[in-house]
């Protein structure tokens, strides 16, 4: 069965600190996309990446990071030195490219920088 | 180029009454979708399109119907609300099907009383 995890409820850090958000994911299937998507405080969702399972490179994009793994389930976000403007609540998603279309997102974790 | 946008953005409704949500969308795309998001919940799919004139159940469809009479529009109806539809709900579009990035709405805070 489809699951994805987001361990970390809530997480807070001081302004400049990285921090990393996790998601592990759970799927039978070999073709897949993980996804992460941010909510400010504004309340809409914003597309930050997608990653297909045959794909297993980092990516950076500025102060973003992501860490897909297959070996380990996971598709780790990692912010670099964080801003204010950073604080929101991330979500992973899994969709999984077959039979029905579906896509499962995780709880999301709420971030708080801290000035 | 408004992108998605949803009508109304509050409402608050009494058990048993209806109510249909708007969602309109100008970017082309042929797939659209109705979420709903809950306290510590994530996000649910409740129903979605993948072109005009059809429609599909998601993981939580009960209580719940819709309709994709012209392309650009996704309506999403609640014929005898309960207090369990109490939610935030979002629209979405995207250019092909779940494996592709999604564009969201702002949302529509509903509360059944």
């Known amino acids: 069965a489809q699951k994805v995890t987001q361990a970390q409820t809530e997480i807070s850090v001081v302004e400049k600190e990285d921090v990393t958000l996790d998601c592990v994911y759970e799927?039978?299937?070999?073709?897949?996309?993980l996804f992460w998507y941010k909510q400010p405080p504004s309340g809409e969702l914003v597309f930050l990446i997608r990653r297909n399972s045959f794909d297993e490179q980092n990516e950076i994009s500025g102060r973003y990071s992501w860490n897909f793994q297959k070996s380990t389930s996971s598709f780790n976000f990692t912010i670099t030195a964080s801003q204010v403007v950073d604080s929101a609540v991330y979500f992973c998603a899994l969709s999984e490219l077959g039979r029905d279309d579906k896509i499962i997102f995780g709880k999301g974790t709420r971030l708080h920088i801290l000035p | 180029n408004a992108g998605v946008t949803q009508t109304p953005k509050f409402r608050v409704l009494k058990t048993g009454q209806s109510m249909t949500l708007l969602c309109a969308q100008d970017?082309?795309?042929?797939?659209m979708y109705w979420y709903r998001q809950d306290p510590g919940m994530g996000l649910r799919l409740i129903h979605y399109s993948v072109g005009e004139g059809t429609t599909a159940k998601g993981e939580v469809p009960d209580g719940y119907n819709v309709s994709r009479l012209k392309k650009q529009n996704f309506l999403l109806g609640l014929e005898s609300a309960a207090p369990s539809q109490t939610s935030v709900y979002f629209c979405?579009?995207?250019?092909?099907?779940?494996?592709?990035?999604?564009?969201f709405g702002p949302g529509t805070r509903l509360t059944v009383l």
């Open positions: 799927t039978r299937d070999t073709t897949y996309y």
């Open positions: 970017m082309n795309h042929e797939y």
């Open positions: 979405a579009s995207s250019y092909s099907g779940l494996h592709n990035e999604q564009f």
